[in-house]
């Protein structure tokens, strides 16, 4: 294998130039307590594709045994994702609204940075922040969503990922992704106030406020689907008095509008009567709120394998997990520790480095290749060129002779009889009152008139004639004399002129 193969065999993977290549492969991971959800898709012209899911059972599994079973997946499906994420649970980050007594990013990030620690009760280096800007009206403090997750937990997932020959690029909360399709659900429908979006998981649920465009506030509920379909009564009442106290929680923060709607996914299949159940719990403001439900899995674009997974699970919901994958783009939170962010940009700008290095040298060989190769054929051209010279040099030099005999015959030919026409016009303008002593013409068509007209007048007019005859051009007077013939004044006179061009 030579330098140029090495080389163009090194790119594969790299994502300097992954970017480059059609449609490359986005990898989404969930994990729960008893679940590892994984998803990956990618997008073309605009839509992004769900290829292939799965659900593992990892209830008794070590994180090796959860490696295994991720490696397994991507070599079972034949992918290699350019891009890897981790999704966690409302289980395993703390949500805080915070107010922010500046309005200078910078300055914002080194207040959360200092002070994050007051808001859990571990210290600063036991955690994991990250932080969204809210749009706010107010002037002297800004608004953020802080997102706080234990260090051991931020740790781990990496780990996992890099035992199963993977890089792990976000750690991401779905709350973000979930919030694109809860808008997308609402078809442009105008509410007053702000929009709340419950998904039903199977272990837990998860409350999204969106006010306008953007995220306002995050609260999981600890039941789901197992707990509704285990004990129905009991759950739908705790769930119920749970939804209550995220509503009123929001309320409390006043970062928004009251909840004017809550969209309901995922395995709602038991809350069917929520509405109602709300408004006769008395729970604040419950009586305005409206409730409806939709189908998740209209809003995205499945594959075969992918539909045909979901089709046999109905007890799991891949909401969150398809929200992230079709809008992996837009996720800004990334719980990823940060040595470990420092080491990737380290790692991919190394790489990127080495990589373009062995392009420049594979682009410059091939430069020198292409030269090489027109110099070759230009020298063999050369070569072909100089043979048929000498061959036609001698039939050349007889044509070039009998071409320069036939310019010079040509140019007699052309100038032949050019006097008598100057003669002819020249005549035309003499009378009684002129006459001409002398006519010069040569072949460059300059022609000189001596004379000698009745008056000094009659000579200008005979230069106005010529002018406007459209015959001649750069008619000019050379000399003029006035004299006496007998009793008789007379003026002597020299015109020069050119004849005009194609006369």
């Known amino acids: ?62 994180d090796a045994e959860i490696a295994q079973i991720l490696a397994h997946y991507c070599s079972e499906q034949k992918i290699s994702p350019v891009q890897a994420l981790c999704l966690i649970s409302p289980k395993q980050f703390i949500f805080k609204n915070v107010d922010i ?62 035992m199963a020959g993977l890089s792990l690029d976000k750690v991401v909360v779905a709350s973000e992704c ?31 406020v969106i006010d306008g465009n953007q995220i306002v506030f995050v609260r999981g509920i600890p039941i789901g689907a197992t707990a509704l379909k285990a004990s129905p009564q009991q759950a739908k009442s705790d769930f119920v008095a749970e939804l209550n106290v995220s509503i009123n929680a929001y309320q409390d923060q006043g970062v928004g509008k009251p909840i004017q709607k809550i969209l309901v996914t995922g395995l709602a299949e038991g809350l069917a ?91 410059f060989l091939l430069i020198c290749l292409i030269m090489g190769s027109n110099i070759y054929f230009k020298k063999l051209g050369n070569q072909s060129l100089q043979t048929a010279g000498g061959k036609y040099e001698e039939e050349a030099k007889r044509l070039e002779a009998i071409s320069t005999k036939n310019r010079v015959v040509k140019k007699l030919l052309d100038s032949r009889g050019k006097e008598l026409l100057v003669l002819n016009v020249v005549n035309g303008f003499v009378g009684d009152d002129l ?36 015959y001649f051009s750069s008619v000019e007077t050379k000399e003029t004399q006035s004299r006496k013939e007998g009793k008789q004044d007379v003026a002597d006179f020299v015109i020069e002129c050119t004849l005009a061009q194609g006369f």
């Open 1 to 62: 294998m030579n330098l140029l193969e090495k080389g163009l065999g090194s790119f594969k993977g790299l994502k300097l130039f992954s970017k480059f290549s059609a449609a490359p492969v986005t990898l989404v991971v969930s994990f729960g307590t008893e679940y590892l959800k994984i998803g990956y898709g990618r997008g073309s012209q605009g839509k992004f594709t769900i290829e292939g899911v799965a659900v593992e059972s990892i209830e008794k599994k070590n």
């Open 101 to 162: 007594p500046s309005t200078e990013k910078e300055e914002i990030a080194k207040i959360i940075d200092l002070q994050a620690g007051r808001f859990t009760p571990y210290m600063r280096e036991e955690i994991v922040i990250d932080f969204l800007y809210l749009e706010s009206f107010a002037q002297h403090y800004t608004s953020v969503l802080l997102f706080i997750v234990n260090r051991k937990i931020a740790e781990r997932y990496p780990i996992i990922f890099e």
């Open 178 to 208: 979930m919030a694109e399709t809860y808008r997308e659900a609402l078809k442009g429908a105008v509410v007053g106030g702000a929009t709340g979006g419950l998904h039903v998981g199977e272990e837990y649920s998860e409350l999204t």
């Open 273 to 363: 009567s929520l509405e109602e159940d709300m408004k006769v719990s008395g729970g604040a403001n419950a009586k305005e709120i409206g409730v409806s439900r939709f189908n998740y899995r209209e809003f995205f674009q499945l594959a075969g394998p992918a539909l045909n997974t979901v089709d046999q699970m109905p007890e799991v919901s891949f909401f969150e997990l398809f929200s992230v994958l079709a809008n992996s783009d837009r996720a800004k939170i990334n719980l990823l520790l940060r040595e470990v962010k420092i080491k990737k940009q380290v790692q991919e700008g190394g790489r990127d480095v080495m990589t373009l290095g062995v392009l420049i040298m594979a682009v």
């Open 435 to 470: 006459y001409l002593s002398q006519v010069n013409y040569d072949s460059d068509g300059k022609v000189s008139l001596g004379g000698t007209a009745a008056s000094m007048s009659r000579v200008f007019a005979f230069v106005t004639q010529l002018r406007d005859s459209n």
